[in-house]
């Protein structure tokens, strides 16, 4: 069968990798559809990307935010005309469900909107001066030309989380998607360059991380880089960014806890846990990994849990009655398989699921069951590390004290979730849980593009996506302006 054949977008021409190479993108859910061949990328490729970018920088910087922003608005229009085609593209190259894609271009339409209204903000400060006749202020500039390296579970939300707010701050950018799922960057950034984005503003080079993200990362005329992935990778990455004092944000993994008191609402709860764990095949980093069960419901909701886990419906994420797609690849399988050995050897018990499933309908993809894992104690390595698969783990408590304990003994903190109809509990939860959200009666997925998004410990280096997202791609300038006519001298002047 023939397949499209995409070139890296450098300057606004198409060019194939210097190298010549390629490689291809295919569905999960059917191998033998290939959704497109793209560019193996290396480091001649990303030089001459950020060098049509930083031409770009020289003029994009000089059109008014409010202008730029009106191509961002539009950008979001157009997506919302592409909407559909866009979330049956996505689920072709990564396997989400299409109630789920149809979400992920969603997300990139409300950034889009979002993000448009603060083309008319971008407020800087005033603030007095400690001399006569002396005004101070400070202003928000961009940085110049920034890099990002995205992850594939959100192949189109994601970058726009980046694109669109690095944009509207004035900077222009370099990105690099997932090798997974290159199409919905291109997707999102031809309907930017139909909406009127200059060339050159945007560059997309494909490839692997370490041909075509190292050397974005390292190279010279790259003021920042934007990181979402995994934890592993995005220390490697903050390493090399940090021997040229590079900013750099870093959004990585999680192993977020759903917490149920007793007195919450176990049909709610149970929805959640569902949604939370097994929406996107568990390939969140917000998924739910770990449900953190109180005594006195365990044993219900554990057998609510397996007997409608046992019934979801896994397959192809383009069939309407199903509710569990592929994971993303074959290696992702392997980490899957993985980790339920390493369960059953800590002494786990394996409740539904813990198979690669490849009869009937599934042959051709990359399926796995949907797991739960009974009896697993805190410090077992299920309960600790991220799988990125449909694998949760089920954890028992006597204490509310106790649950918040567990759920803070991990090294990630990105996304936590309390059910309970216990207000007072609530808001000791909101308080005391290390984990940059926190969710009271809904699942840990979920977020809105207009509050901050991000996480603590090994998740995160203290940035914040959505509603903080300027801060990282704005730098501050100190403004002096003195209409004295004289030599004024700060803190010698005034000092009398
Ligand atoms: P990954 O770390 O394997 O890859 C992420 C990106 O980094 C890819 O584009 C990859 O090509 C690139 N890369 C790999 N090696 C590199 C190197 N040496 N130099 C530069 N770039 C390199 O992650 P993934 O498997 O694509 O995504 C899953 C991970 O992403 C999970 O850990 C998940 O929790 C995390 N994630 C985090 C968030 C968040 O906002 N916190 C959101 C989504 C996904």
């Known amino acids: 069968m023939s397949?499209?054949?995409?070139?890296?977008?450098?300057?606004?021409?198409?060019?194939?990798?210097?190298?010549?190479?390629?490689?291809?993108?295919?569905?999960?859910?059917?191998?033998?559809?290939?959704?497109?061949?793209?560019?193996?990328?290396?480091?001649?490729?990303?030089d001459a990307a950020v060098a049509a970018a930083k031409k770009a920088f020289a003029t994009w910087r000089l059109v008014p935010a409010p202008k730029r922003a009106e191509i961002l608005y539009r950008t979001g229009q157009l997506l919302q005309e592409r909407k559909e085609q866009y979330a049956r593209d996505m689920t072709r190259e990564m396997g989400k469900v299409?109630?789920?894609?149809?979400?992920?271009?969603?997300?990139?339409?409300?950034?889009?909107?979002?993000v448009a209204g603060e083309g008319r903000r971008l407020f800087g400060k005033t603030t007095p001066s400690e001399l006569q006749n002396k005004f101070a202020?400070?202003?928000?500039?961009?940085?110049?030309?920034?890099?990002?390296?995205?992850?594939?579970?959100?192949?189109?939300?994601?970058?726009?989380w980046k694109l669109f707010p690095a944009l509207v701050s004035g900077n222009t950018c370099v990105?690099?998607?997932?090798?997974?799922?290159?199409?919905?960057?291109?997707?999102?950034?031809?309907?930017?360059?139909?909406?009127?984005?200059?060339?050159?503003?945007?560059?997309?080079?494909?490839?692997?991380?370490?041909?075509?993200?190292?050397?974005?990362?390292?190279?010279?005329?790259?003021?920042?880089?934007?990181?979402?992935?995994?934890?592993e990778v995005g220390s490697i990455v903050a390493q090399r960014a940090a021997a040229n004092f590079k900013p750099i944000s870093l959004e990585m993994g999680?192993?977020?806890?759903?917490?149920?008191?007793?007195?919450?609402?176990?049909?709610?709860?149970?929805?959640?846990?569902?949604?939370?764990?097994?929406?996107?095949?568990?390939?969140?980093?917000?998924?739910?990994?770990?449900?953190?069960?109180?005594k006195g419901i365990a044993k219900e909701f554990t057998e609510r849990l397996v007997e409608r886990a046992k019934k979801l419906r896994v397959g192809n994420g383009l069939d309407a009655a199903v509710e569990v797609g592929p994971q993303v690849n074959e290696q992702q399988i392997e980490t899957s398989k993985k980790y339920v050995a390493i369960a059953l050897a800590e002494g786990a018990e394996l409740l539904t699921g813990g198979v690669p499933l490849s009869e009937g309908t599934h042959l051709n993809g990359t399926f796995?069951?949907?797991?739960?894992?009974?009896?697993?104690?805190?410090?077992?390595?299920?309960?600790c590390e991220e799988v990125f698969g449909p694998v949760v783990s089920l954890i028992e408590f006597d204490t509310f004290e106790q649950a918040i304990q567990i759920a803070n003994s991990i090294d990630y903190g990105l996304s936590t979730a309390l059910y309970t109809k216990d207000v007072n509990r609530a808001f000791a939860a909101i308080r005391d849980l290390e984990a940059g959200i926190?969710?009271?009666?809904?699942?840990?997925?979920?977020?809105?593009?207009?509050?901050p998004f991000g996480g603590v410990k090994q998740t995160g280096n203290g940035h914040r996506e959505g509603s903080e997202a300027i801060d990282f791609y704005t730098t501050w300038k100190a403004v002096y302006i003195d209409y004295s006519d004289k030599l004024q001298r700060a803190q010698i002047d005034n000092a009398e």
């Open 3 to 46: 397949h499209k054949t995409y070139l890296n977008l450098i300057g606004g021409e198409h060019y194939p990798a210097r190298s010549g190479k390629t490689f291809l993108n295919l569905n999960p859910a059917d191998h033998s559809d290939v959704v497109g061949e793209f560019p193996a990328s290396g480091s001649q490729d990303v």
């Open 98 to 114: 299409l109630a789920e894609t149809r979400g992920d271009v969603q997300e990139a339409i409300d950034e889009a909107f979002y």
């Open 137 to 160: 202020m400070s202003i928000r500039m961009p940085l110049g030309v920034v890099g990002m390296i995205t992850p594939w579970n959100f192949p189109m939300a994601i970058p726009s």
């Open 175 to 231: 990105i690099k998607p997932a090798e997974d799922t290159p199409l919905s960057t291109f997707n999102l950034v031809q309907t930017m360059i139909d909406a009127g984005l200059p060339p050159g503003v945007v560059n997309i080079i494909t490839g692997f991380g370490p041909d075509a993200g190292a050397p974005l990362v390292e190279h010279r005329d790259v003021r920042a880089i934007s990181f979402t992935g995994s934890s």
């Open 254 to 294: 999680g192993k977020n806890a759903q917490i149920v008191l007793d007195d919450a609402n176990l049909d709610l709860a149970l929805d959640g846990a569902l949604w939370g764990a097994f929406g996107t095949t568990g390939q969140r980093c917000t998924a739910t990994s770990r449900i953190l069960l109180q």
């Open 368 to 383: 796995f069951a949907p797991t739960v894992f009974g009896g697993v104690t805190p410090q077992m390595r299920i309960a």
């Open 438 to 451: 926190t969710y009271i009666n809904a699942p840990t997925i979920g977020a809105e593009v207009h509050l």
